[in-house]
Each structure stands twice: as C-alpha cells, then as structure tokens.
C-alpha cells in the first residue's frame, strides 16, 4: 500500500489523481492534501479521502476548514508554508503528487525531494525556476523524480522502452514534446489582441486549470516544457523540438541513433501519465478510454509558427542564456498571465511584458536558491511595471 499526498489536491492535476486512486482502494491510501484558499473543494475531498492532513496555504481558509470538518473527522488542519512542507516531506507519505500551481509550488516540492520521496511532478514551473539545484537535490537525497507533464511522461516512456530514463546514456539523438497550437492555432493574429480569458482557455484537445490553459494558448506551456525536458532527461537545448500535433494523440517522440524513432500516444486525459507514474513499474487501470486509430483516422504534424507564438521563442531564447534567465522568464510570465485572466492585459501583451522584463534582466548567477529566487522576483516586479505602462498606454 502507498501512501499518498497531493500538493494542489482541488486542482485539474489533483482531480484526475485522486479519480485514479479511487479507483485503487488496495493500492493507494491518501495521507495528505493541501491546496490554496478553496475550502469548499477541500471540505469536500476531506470528507470524501479522510487524509491525516489537510492544509490550505491561505492561514484563513484554513481556519475555514477547519470549522467545517465532520465530528470525529480524522483530519488535522494546517497552514501557510509550513503546513505545505510538512505535507511534502512529513512522516506519513512515501509518495508526493506536486500539482501546485506556479513558482509556489517549488518549496514544498523541494523539501519533497530533500526527503526522499517518490516525486511525482506536474509542476514544471519548479524546473524552469531551479532545474540545475532541483535535479542536485534530487540525485543528493535519493528521491524518485517521475515526470507526470504528458510530453515528458511520453519521453520517459519512450526511453524506458529502450533502457534508460537518461536521453544521453540511451543513444538518444533527439526529443520532439508535441504541442496542440491551442485555441488559437488557426486565428487571424491581428485579432488576437482582442481574445477574452474564456476563449484563451479553452483548449481545444486537454481540460486543465486557467493559468497552463493561456500558457498553451501562447505557446509558453511548450517553451516551459522544453526547459522542463533539458532538466529532467539531461538533454541540451538543441536537442529538444516541437513539432505541432493537433490531435494531441502523439505526446513526444524520441529518435535513436540508429534512425528508430520511438512515439507515446494516449488520449488527451492526464489520468493516463498519472497512473504510469503512480503505478511505475507496474500498469493499472487509468479509468481512459482505449484509443481508437480507426476512429480517429489522421495525425497530423506542422511546425510552429514563432511569428505567431512569440513566447515560445522567449523561452528557448531563456534557456539559452542560461543562469537566471528562465527564472526571470517564469516570473514575468506568470505575472502577465494573470494580468490577462484578470482583464488588465491584452492576450499579446503577454508576449510583450515578457520580452521587456526579459530585455530588462541580463542573464545572472543561479548559484543559489537565494539568486534564483530574487531574479524571479525581480522579473515580477520589472513585469508588474510593464504592466500598468500597458494599461495607460
Ligand atoms: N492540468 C493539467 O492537465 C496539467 C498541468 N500541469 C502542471 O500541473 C500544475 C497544476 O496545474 P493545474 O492542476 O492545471 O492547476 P489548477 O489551477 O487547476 O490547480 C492548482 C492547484 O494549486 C493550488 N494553489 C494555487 N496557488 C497556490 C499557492 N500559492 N500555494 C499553494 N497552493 C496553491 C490550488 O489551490 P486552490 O484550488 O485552493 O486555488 C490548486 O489546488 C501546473 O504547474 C501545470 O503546469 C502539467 C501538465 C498537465
Ligand atoms: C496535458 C499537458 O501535458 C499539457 O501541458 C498540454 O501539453 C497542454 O497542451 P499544449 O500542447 O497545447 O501546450
Ligand atoms: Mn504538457
């Protein structure tokens, strides 16, 4: 029996875990769940899960929750960072799901790894952020980091296909993570200034929360993939692709030196990557739909457009640079994504902020998390400025 906390439990990435492990009563027992401030989800999957720990990072939701826990409810109640890192690293669970949305979530995914555990990762952003000290601490601590981001569970798939988790050590030439182009795909770009918060997220091929939806509506959801792929699989920059899949059907393919390329396909639901990695070794039922070839008829396959996806190239260009660049990258990003879910920034101001904060930052030192975390948030307040410049302009 594992023994399971989900960080980011009342999310997209947390829902589809937990129908997994519903699904699994002998297997999977929950031990912990936290979240941010929505204490309806919370009270629900405590009543529902019974973990021994549930934690809200806001200090009122969790007074919230803890007002409306059952009677002889076998949860405990906790708050703020230390409640989050108490779930990752405390003595009850031998595997930790990070679905946080964010830089938030690199903390507690952090002191995940320091202690050891079975790390499942969905939160990319803790890679873009901290890649070279995140994966030391994985290797120094002995942790099982078991990627859940579809493309790069495709990858590792893939890889294991053909006898390593590690691309260089496998013969690996290449990786191509696929991309769906998102809802704007096809759109005239001179009407893109003017796309609401609901179109942009509503993606064409996955259902996932508001802040990944627009990262994949501008593409930046792929240039933060190809980061997260060059942490997790050792990989240099020029040799991660994308290639534009429409169908979302193909999540990554891996090409060998002798000329074999290796493809992961698997229909657009995160419950398939989630119980590989749950279950890793072993296979379990997922709960997804066979995938039906006849039905679906054609893959399609394009590049993609950097005219038109702008904060893609940002991205590659950050990991590039090197050094603090991809953490200022994250910050103004998320910044700018929420700015626009918010309604005070245009779609393609997103791309703009980012490029100013970016042309604002020279690359600097990453020796440290103290570095790594004041280039982020440096690149928020620069992308904060740009912002309200956007608005009054
Ligand atoms: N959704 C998907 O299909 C995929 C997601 N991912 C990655 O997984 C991560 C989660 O995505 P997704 O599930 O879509 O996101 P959601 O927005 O659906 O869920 C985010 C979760 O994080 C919690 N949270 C938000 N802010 C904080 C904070 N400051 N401190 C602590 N907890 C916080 C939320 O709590 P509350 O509900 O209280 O706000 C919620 O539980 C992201 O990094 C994303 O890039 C990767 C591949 C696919
Ligand atoms: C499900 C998942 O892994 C997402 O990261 C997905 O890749 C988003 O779709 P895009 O390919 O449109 O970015
Ligand atoms: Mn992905």
Redesign the pocket.
Known sequence: MRSISILGATGSIGGSTLDVIARHPDRYRVEALTANRDVDAMAALCARFRPALAVMADAGAARALAARLEPGSPTRVAAGAEGLAEAAAGGGADTVVAAIVGAAGLAPTLAAVRAGRRVLL?N?EALVVAGALFMAEVAAHGAELLP??????GVFQCLYASGGAVAGAAGVERIL??????PFRERAPETLGAVTPEEACA????S?GRK??V???T?M??GL?VIEACWLFAMEPDRVGVV??PQ?LV?ALVRYRDGSVLAQLGQ?D?RT?IAQALAWPERIDSGVAPLDLMAVGRLDFEAPDLRRFPCLGLAEAALRAGGSAPAALNGANEVAVAAFLEGRLGFTGIAAVIETTLEAMPAGAADSLDDLLAAEGEARRLAGAAVARQRRD
């Open positions: 969905a990319k859940v981001d579809s493309e790069h569970n993570l696929t991309a769906s182009g998102g993606h064409p091929t996955w996932m990944i939806s990262d994949s509506a593409m959801n792929k993939e534009i899949h979302s999540h657009p995160m990557p």
